[in-house]
């Protein structure tokens, strides 16, 4: 059973950063992909980025050039650097993970997350 466990969110202006991790556990493979995704209060959970076992990167439009996904194989850990937030980079982040070579990119076909952990950007 893979267990994760996300850290890292707080409350920052608007043009600040932050960097998220998912530490991940239980893997039975060495090959493995992890994806970060949000979810706004009243909206659907929405792919921010993905991180694919090749280390090939995807991320949503909305956040191409200000954030930076990585993973540290050795640690079974991924991280989310965010950069240049905005108000609308506001909700709850979700890591999730897969045995596989390629990450799916819609949050509907992951069964594991991890409980999230909140991320505030203000004006």
């Known amino acids: 059973q893979v267990h994760l466990v996300e850290s890292g969110g707080g409350s920052v202006q608007a043009g600040g950063s932050l960097t998220l991790s998912c530490a991940a556990s239980?893997?039975?493979?060495?090959?493995?992909?992890m994806g970060w995704f949000r979810q706004a209060p009243g909206k659907e959970r929405e792919t921010v980025a993905l991180?694919?076992?090749?280390?090939?990167?995807t991320y949503a439009d909305s956040v191409k050039g200000r954030f930076t996904i990585s993973k540290d194989n050795a640690k079974y850990t991924s991280y989310l650097q965010m950069s240049s937030l905005k108000p609308e980079d506001t909700g709850m982040y979700f890591c999730a993970s897969q045995e596989r070579l390629y990450c799916p990119f819609v949050a509907g076909d992951y069964y594991t997350w991890g409980q999230g952990t909140q991320v505030t950007v203000s004006s």
């Open positions: 991180i694919h076992s090749t280390d090939e990167t």
């Open positions: 239980g893997f039975t493979r060495n090959r493995f992909c």
